[in-house]
Nanobody, 126 residues
Framework: QVQLVESGGGLVQPGGSLRLSCAAS????????INWVRQAPGKGLEWVASINTGGRSPYYARSVKGRFTISRDNLKKTVHLQMNNLKPEDTGLYHC???????????????????RGQGTQVTVSS
């Protein structure tokens, strides 16, 4: 079955860095866009970043652009999210989610939210 497993979260001070990983199985990985979404305590899901099937076209939310980098390795069926200069508002549970395409007007629209895993917690605090 479709499985996405996130890892790499933790507690980090403001200005610090983390690298999240997403391991995929159970579907043809290279045929799907992969996204990262996050959920802060008491808030809804927020789209963070997306990468196309070939890995050459990344897309970012305005709040993370210039600080986060999404990448993928189709041979290893993994996606990474390098997060630099972290801020307290980056705190949340991060999930990777697959999608058939990217919608520039509503990046959440094409997401297969049923594919997301348990998530990995990122806490940015001094």
């Amino acid at each position: 079955q479709v499985q996405l497993v996130e890892s790499g979260g933790g507690l980090v001070q403001p200005g610090g860095s983390l690298r999240l990983s997403c391991a995929a199985s159970g579907f043809t990985f290279e045929n799907y866009y992969i996204n990262w979404v996050r959920q802060a305590p008491g808030k809804g899901l927020e789209w963070v970043a997306s990468i196309n099937t070939g890995g050459r076209s990344p897309y970012y939310a305005r709040s993370v652009k210039g600080r986060f980098t999404i990448s993928r390795d189709n041979l290893k069926k993994t996606v990474h999210l390098q997060m630099n200069n972290l801020k307290p508002e980056d705190t949340g549970l991060y999930h990777c989610v697959r999608a058939d395409y990217y919608n520039d007007y509503d990046p959440m629209e094409p997401l297969d939210l049923g594919s997301r895993g348990q998530g990995t917690q990122v806490t940015v605090s001094s």
